[in-house]
């Protein structure tokens, strides 16, 4: 077969815009290019302001990644000034992350991801009775009843018949990559339905503790809601208790229906744990503090570097060190003030200084050879690296903690694969439901701290010594860090007579998604989608799980415009 280059754009199934080219040769993918089509500049809107609103407008990058930005700008902000919060608004936030976690990684999976993998209108060949026994024998979830298949089975059928499948149109059903009998088929539609009902109630963690969602609520130097056992207006004992029912409700979703059905689906893929491994760096920031943010040595979510898939060998991550995180744009739509596109720069000395010089839309492909993204390239010491669960997953697993090895290793026996399978667009999509099952029960216990700390008396959620600007220094800059869903995210902050001189987001999607970098070594995507088998170029599904198991986040969505300001093109997600 002769190579030919398929473009995929828009990528849907994802926040945001993303347009992949892959060329193809002899069935399978012998270069990727990774391109954001859209354009933020939200670190130029936030020049000039009090950072004590930063949170506010950084939230607003992403309706779906909610809150992560709120809480790694509040703590950017606290970081440059100094500011230690009280136990309980560090416990809340870490409740408001795990309940983030548990929402955000049940959506990417059902309504994300599982249609690669799920083929919907096979569903409809299943025997009831026959899905029921299966789904009895791997999970003690109660809506397994053959009266309840059939019935929704019928369902689905009707929307089959009418030729209006709305939400499954558009699919590439019938591929010859499915490989899920009818009946596996019938429960992962089934638990897709269920999931679009529970993930609506895990987060009403946020509103009651960050007054919405999405965009909840934050506060530098702690959280704004007050606790007041006995208050109707506050963070009363119904409240906490409401609290406390969503988080066992969550786990047990997670362990009785997600978890079932991401190791029943596995289990006819494993040819997938050799596919889609890309780079083999991986790095973590780590989060979840249970000492405090500034001891790391306490985070449930451990940090470190891995080169190379090395395991036995855990390097440290300094966020400070200008030899350490740069960011390039030799490959993206921007420029230096100095013309040199080819330095890398510290987030605290970048710049985001746009210059499209690519093509108008409609445009058949992207120069490659020169700038062709949005998004800047960063590096850590020079190297690409995959953030994300896979990454949290193998460093927590490196690191020897007790709580990752047990998860790992149970999943590794159930599928029974080494752990070399980890790295790979299986294991990465394994490590996204692993990472649910530990923050549920990391949930409960920062829960039951929270709880602890009130009953001994301490009902501080803000401290609020340095909330006046007279007493801050001049000059500072701080940075600030999480572990969002999709991996490690960080915001760096200077700060010049007490407005903000600089402020540079470098997320987790720019770390995966990013162009080549000057010395045109690849990005996660890119390096991921090499080698992997393309049975159909009108069909490629195949990309489409291997970009989807990062689950990308490209962030607001825009439009075009030329210069008379007429749209040039408008995406529409299907």
Excluded at 337 to 366: C, F, I, M, V
Excluded at 392 to 407: Q, S, T
Excluded at 545 to 567: I, K, Q
Aim: charged share 25%.
């Amino acid at each position: 077969m002769s190579g030919q280059r398929i473009v995929i754009d828009p990528i849907t199934r994802i926040e945001g815009h993303l347009r992949i080219e892959a060329d193809i040769q002899n069935g399978k993918v012998v270069d990727a290019y990774s391109s954001g089509t859209m354009v933020r500049l939200i670190e130029e809107i936030l020049r000039g302001r009090d950072p004590r609103d930063a949170w506010a407008f950084v939230g607003r990058v992403c309706g779906v990644c909610t809150s992560v930005h709120s809480q790694t700008s509040v703590r950017a902000v606290e970081d440059a000034l100094g500011i230690v919060i009280p136990p309980n608004a560090e416990y809340v936030r870490n409740l408001m992350e795990c309940a983030q976690y548990m929402q955000d990684h049940v959506i990417h999976f059902y309504h994300l991801h599982a249609m690669d993998w799920v083929d919907v209108v096979n569903a409809l060949k299943a025997d009831p009775k026959k899905t029921s026994e299966i789904a009895q024998s791997i999970s003690h979830w109660p809506k397994s009843s053959p009266g309840y298949f059939s019935d929704l089975q019928k369902r689905i059928g009707k929307f089959v018949e009418s030729g209006q499948l709305g939400i499954f149109a558009n699919g590439y059903w019938g591929h010859p990559a499915y490989k899920l009998p009818a009946e596996v088929n019938l429960i992962g539609l089934a638990h897709y339905l269920e999931a679009l009902e529970w993930q609506k109630e895990i987060i009403k963690i946020h509103t009651i503790f960050g007054g919405k969602n999405p965009h909840p609520n934050y506060l530098v130097g702690g959280m704004a809601s007050a606790i007041g056992l006995d208050d109707a207006s506050g963070i009363n004992a119904e409240r906490l208790a409401y609290v406390e029912t969503l988080i066992k409700q969550g786990q047990q979703f997670i362990e009785q229906v997600y978890i079932p059905d991401l190791m029943a689906i596995a289990s006819y893929y494993k040819d997938w744990g050799a596919i889609g491994g890309g780079l083999g760096n991986y790095m973590v920031y780590g989060d979840l503090p249970t000492n405090g943010y500034n001891d790391p040595s306490g985070y449930k979510f451990p940090g470190g570097v891995i080169l190379d898939k090395n395991i036995n060998e855990i390097y440290d991550v300094d966020l400070r060190s200008d030899t350490e995180v740069q960011e390039f744009i030799e490959r993206s739509w921007y420029e230096h003030e100095d013309g040199n596109s080819a330095k890398g720069l510290h987030p605290w000395q970048g710049e985001t200084r746009l210059k499209y010089t690519g093509p108008k839309p409609p445009y058949e492909n992207l120069p490659v050879e020169e700038k062709y993204s949005f998004l800047k390239t960063p590096r850590w010491k020079g190297h690409a690296m995959e953030v994300g669960p896979l990454a949290r997953v193998l460093v927590g697993y490196a690191r020897g903690r007790d709580e990752f090895k047990e998860v790992v290793d149970r999943a590794l026996k159930t599928l029974d694969v080494p752990v070399t399978a980890l790295f790979s667009t299986l294991g990465r999509t394994a490590a996204r439901g692993l990472e649910a099952q530990l923050t549920a029960i990391w949930a409960k216990e920062f829960y039951d701290m929270l709880i602890t700390n009130i009953k001994n008396g301490d009902d501080r959620m803000a401290n609020t010594d340095l909330f006046n600007p007279e007493r801050w220094p001049k000059q500072a800059q701080g940075v600030g860090h999480t572990e969002a869903p999709r991996g490690a995210l960080a915001h760096w902050i200077v700060i010049e007579d007490q407005k903000i001189k600089n402020y540079q987001l470098v997320v987790p999607t720019t770390w995966n998604a990013s162009p080549r970098d000057p010395e045109g070594k690849l990005s996660a995507y890119e390096a991921a989608l090499r080698d992997t088998p393309v049975a159909d170029p009108e069909q490629p599904v195949e990309i489409l799980r291997t970009v989807h198991s990062f689950d990308p986040c490209m962030a607001c969505a825009v439009h075009l415009y030329d210069e008379e300001g007429n749209h040039m093109a408008r995406v529409k997600a299907l």
